[in-house]
C-alpha cells in the first residue's frame, strides 16, 4: 500500500513509458505528415475524437470504480480479522477455563494457531511458499507439517482450531454457550477466508479489461490526427499528455483490480498479519514480541 505523499518519478516511468513512447511517435507522424502533405492527409474531425474520448472516458469510470470497490472490500476484510482475530484471543483466554492453570498450554496454542492463521492466509493468497519459516514459532512441528501439505493452508488451520475446541468442551472445560460463541468467531472467520479467496480467484469481467484497452490504443492513434490541423507542430505538446491521463487512469484500475499480488498498490498482508500475531502475543502475556514491519521507502507490504 502506498502511504507516501508523492510517487517517484521513476515508478511512474516505469508503468507508462511505452505508451509514452507510442503516442510520442503518433504525434511526430501526424506533424510529419502534415508539414509535408497538408490538408491531403487524412483528416479526423476533432468532434469524433471528443466523443471517443466521452465514451473512453465513461469505460475507464466504470471499470476504476470496480477495481477499488474490489481494492477497499480486500482492505475491509482483513481490518475484519484483525478484529476478529483479537475476539477470539479474547474468548480464549477469558472462556476456556481461565481459572485452571493446567489450560494455559492449551489456550496459549489456540489463540497462537490464530495468529498462524493471518500469516497462512496471507500467503495463501500471494501463493507464497514460505510457511515452514513463517508459521515455525507458532506450532508444533507435527501440525506444521500437516498443514504444510494441505491444499488450503489457512482453511486447515480453522479445522484444527474447532477439534480442539471441540475436545476442550468434551473435557468439560467449555460450557455450551461459550462453545457456540467460539464457534461463531470461527465462522467468521472463514467467511473472511472466503472472500478473500473470491476477490482472488474471480477477476473482473474480461470484457471490462479488454475492450477499454482497445479503445484507449484506437484513441491514441487518432487523437494527434485530430489535433494537427489546429497545432501543427505543436501537436505532441497536447495529444500526449492527454493520452497519458488516460494510459495512467487504465494502469490504476488494473492494479487496483487485485489487491492480493505483494504490489506496492495491494493491501498490506505482511503488515496486518504481523500486527495480529503482536497483538495476541502481547494477550499472551510475551514479553518478546516481534517488530512491527515499517513502510519502505513509503510503501507498506
Same mark, same amino acid.
Given at each position: 500500500?502506498?502511504?507516501? +505523499?508523492? $510517487?517517484?518519478?521513476?515508478?511512474?516511468?516505469?508503468?507508462?513509458?511505452?505508451?509514452?513512447?507510442?503516442?510520442?511517435?503518433?504525434?511526430? *507522424?501526424?506533424?510529419?505528415?502534415?508539414?509535408?502533405?497538408?490538408?491531403? $492527409?487524412?483528416? *479526423?474531425?476533432?468532434?469524433?475524437?471528443?466523443?471517443?474520448?466521452?465514451?473512453?472516458?465513461?469505460?475507464?469510470?466504470?471499470?476504476?470504480?470496480?477495481?477499488?470497490?474490489?481494492?477497499?472490500?480486500?482492505?475491509?476484510?482483513?481490518?475484519?480479522? *484483525?478484529?476478529?482475530?483479537?475476539?477470539?484471543?479474547?474468548?480464549?483466554?477469558?472462556? *476456556?477455563?481461565?481459572?485452571?492453570? /493446567?489450560?494455559?498450554?492449551?489456550?496459549?496454542?489456540?489463540?497462537?494457531?490464530?495468529?498462524?492463521?493471518?500469516?497462512?492466509?496471507?500467503?495463501?493468497? +500471494?501463493k507464497q511458499p514460505e510457511?515452514?519459516?513463517?508459521?515455525?514459532?507458532?506450532?508444533?512441528?507435527?501440525?506444521?507439517?500437516?498443514?504444510?501439505?494441505s491444499k488450503n493452508a489457512?482453511?486447515?488451520?480453522?479445522?484444527?482450531?474447532?477439534?480442539?475446541?471441540?475436545?476442550?468442551?468434551?473435557?468439560? $472445560?467449555?460450557?455450551?454457550?461459550?462453545?457456540?460463541?467460539?464457534?461463531?468467531?470461527?465462522?467468521?472467520?472463514?467467511?473472511?477466508?472466503?472472500?478473500?479467496?473470491?476477490?482472488?480467484?474471480?477477476?473482473?469481467?474480461?470484457?471490462?479489461?479488454?475492450?477499454?484497452?482497445?479503445?484507449?490504443?484506437?484513441?491514441?492513434?487518432?487523437?494527434?490526427?485530430?489535433?494537427?490541423?489546429?497545432?501543427?507542430?505543436?501537436?505532441?505538446?497536447l495529444s500526449v499528455p492527454?493520452?497519458?491521463?488516460?494510459?495512467?487512469?487504465?494502469?490504476?484500475?488494473?492494479?487496483?483490480?487485485?489487491?492480493?499480488?505483494?504490489?506496492?498498490?495491494?493491501?498490506?498482508?505482511?503488515?496486518?498479519?504481523?500486527?495480529?500475531?503482536?497483538? $495476541?502475543?502481547?494477550?499472551?502475556?510475551?514479553?518478546?514480541?516481534?517488530?512491527?514491519?515499517?513502510?519502505? /521507502?513509503?510503501?507498506?507490504?
Amino acid at each position: 500500500m502506498i502511504i507516501r +505523499r508523492n $510517487l517517484k518519478l521513476s515508478i511512474i516511468l516505469g508503468n507508462i513509458w511505452r505508451p509514452v513512447l507510442v503516442t510520442t511517435a503518433l504525434a511526430g *507522424v501526424a506533424v510529419y505528415k502534415f508539414a509535408n502533405w497538408g490538408q491531403t $492527409l487524412l483528416h *479526423v474531425p476533432l468532434g469524433a475524437v471528443a466523443m471517443l474520448s466521452g465514451a473512453l472516458a465513461i469505460f475507464l469510470a466504470f471499470r476504476n470504480a470496480s477495481s477499488y470497490d474490489r481494492w477497499w472490500e480486500a482492505r475491509k476484510l482483513w481490518g475484519s480479522l *484483525v478484529n476478529l482475530s483479537r475476539t477470539f484471543a479474547r474468548e480464549v483466554l477469558t472462556f *476456556v477455563a481461565p481459572e485452571q492453570q /493446567d489450560a494455559q498450554p492449551l489456550r496459549r496454542s489456540l489463540v497462537l494457531r490464530a495468529a498462524a492463521f493471518a500469516h497462512a492466509l496471507r500467503l495463501h493468497l +500471494r501463493k507464497q511458499p514460505e510457511l515452514m519459516v513463517e508459521l515455525s514459532g507458532l506450532l508444533p512441528d507435527a501440525e506444521l507439517t500437516a498443514v504444510r501439505a494441505s491444499k488450503n493452508a489457512p482453511n486447515q488451520l480453522l479445522l484444527n482450531q474447532g477439534r480442539a475446541l471441540a475436545a476442550a468442551y468434551a473435557q468439560g $472445560l467449555l460450557n455450551d454457550f461459550r462453545h457456540i460463541q467460539l464457534e461463531q468467531t470461527l465462522k467468521d472467520l472463514t467467511d473472511v477466508l472466503g472472500a478473500c479467496e473470491r476477490i482472488k480467484n474471480t477477476p473482473l469481467p474480461r470484457q471490462y479489461d479488454y475492450f477499454p484497452r482497445v479503445f484507449l490504443w484506437f484513441y491514441m492513434a487518432v487523437l494527434p490526427f485530430g489535433m494537427v490541423h489546429d497545432l501543427g507542430v505543436f501537436t505532441p505538446l497536447l495529444s500526449v499528455p492527454i493520452s497519458i491521463i488516460f494510459v495512467v487512469l487504465e494502469g490504476v484500475g488494473r492494479l487496483n483490480e487485485d489487491p492480493f499480488e505483494n504490489r506496492i498498490t495491494d493491501t498490506p498482508m505482511s503488515a496486518l498479519s504481523r500486527t495480529i500475531e503482536i497483538n $495476541l502475543k502481547e494477550m499472551l502475556g510475551d514479553q518478546e514480541l516481534p517488530p512491527p514491519v515499517e513502510a519502505v /521507502d513509503g510503501f507498506l507490504f
